[in-house]
């Protein structure tokens, strides 16, 4: 079973984790060379616009780059199902176009439809080799276009494999889109992600640091960059980094919160500014869990258990299946001498460990979290 501190900074990171995907936004955007308008796209268009590709032959090349600007509009509304429906009816007219491919792979993972995204989005990769020069024998030719739009490609399959349990053949699919365009911002930050996950910390961090040094004002990059050189245990960098996120970025709050439990982990005279960080984290983002439960804990090992109360209470709430904000409380109980609240939290630790154990209805023991 995987440590407390383990299960603190694999948190940690997943706290960041808005999906890489989401970037890929900006991607779908190069592919299809459209400006988006700040209105809402009616949906008698789209409708106009969903016919118009299914007729197929007499769509003109006009109309079709009219219709991928409107599906990569959809999609940037938040629009999914109907963009994943414009998407798929330009892939079936041009099925060798890569941006409609591609698109099509990305509506449809958002949709959670992740089966059906797997395969567009091997088929996307498919149509985009072409496109780059020496990527069928995944060759390391010269930076260009074409070599971006593959790995484009190439990351948002890594990634629907990944959240398809594919762990092995996502880091060897993202490796390939970092070998074609080591420039790709969204192939290193995958990298070091499933580096990251998969324990080598070495090589997540130098992925991590050139993300960083490929877009420098990127606040997920500098996050995970820190907190994989803090489970290296190169605290020293990590405090850097924390420091550097939450002094150019001081909206972000999980600079203040990398930077907080750091600092109190280090303990002595930073531990102070580092309870100041979690409650700027706190300001920030009142439902951040690990911030939460990273100050009540320290709290309450500063014999503050009285202002500990709220914060795990809270913590409590936001994670009802963790033990520790309940482990936390009947600390904080114990040493206010409320003996029977501190009972109540011990039973209540209790029955969440019991229910860990507990078969389930298929007589397999539930996997410990």
Do not use: W
Request: with cysteine; net charge positive; aromatic share 6%.
């Amino acid at each position: 079973m995987m440590s407390a501190r383990s299960q603190t900074l694999i948190l940690r990171l997943s706290l960041f984790a808005i999906c890489v995907v989401f970037s890929h936004v900006a991607a779908g955007a190069r592919v299809a060379a459209f400006t988006q308008r700040a209105d809402s796209v009616p949906a008698a268009e789209v409708a106009q616009a969903v016919e118009g590709a299914r007729r197929g032959a007499s769509l003109t090349d006009e109309a079709f780059a009219h219709s991928l600007a409107l599906a990569y509009r959809l999609f940037g509304e938040g629009r999914y199902a109907e963009a994943a429906e414009l998407f798929g009816a330009l892939a079936a007219s041009r099925p060798r176009d890569a941006a409609a491919a591609y698109g099509a792979a990305l509506a449809t993972f958002n949709l959670g439809r992740t089966a059906e995204a797997e395969t567009l989005a091997r088929r996307a990769v498919e149509v985009s080799l072409p496109l780059g020069a020496n990527a069928r024998a995944g060759g390391t030719s010269s930076p260009g276009g074409g070599n971006m739009r593959v790995a484009d490609s190439l990351v948002l399959l890594a990634v629907v494999l990944a959240v398809r349990g594919g762990n092995a053949e996502a880091l060897k699919t993202v490796e390939r889109a970092v070998a074609l365009a080591p420039d790709h911002f969204d192939a290193q930050l995958a990298l070091g992600r499933a580096l990251y996950g998969a324990g080598n910390d070495a090589r997540a961090t130098r992925a991590f640091r050139a993300a960083v040094a490929l877009r420098p004002g990127d606040a997920r990059a500098r996050f995970y960059l820190a907190t994989a050189l803090e489970r290296a245990g190169d605290t020293t960098g990590a405090l850097a980094v924390y420091r550097e996120l939450a002094q150019s970025q001081p909206l972000v709050a999980e600079g203040h919160l990398g930077l907080g439990v750091l600092l109190v982990k280090r303990g002595g005279a930073e531990a102070e500014e580092g309870l100041k960080e979690l409650e700027r984290a706190l300001a920030l983002k009142p439902n951040l869990y690990e911030a939460r439960i990273a100050l009540g804990r320290a709290l309450v090992a500063g014999e503050r258990a009285a202002e500990a109360i709220e914060h795990l209470r809270r913590a409590a709430e936001l994670a009802p299946g963790n033990p520790e904000p309940h482990y936390q409380l009947s600390l904080a109980y114990r040493r206010m001498g409320r003996s029977e609240d501190a009972a109540a939290e011990s039973a209540i630790v209790k029955r969440i460990h019991e229910s860990r154990r507990a078969p389930d209805a298929g007589g397999k023991v539930a996997p410990q979290h």
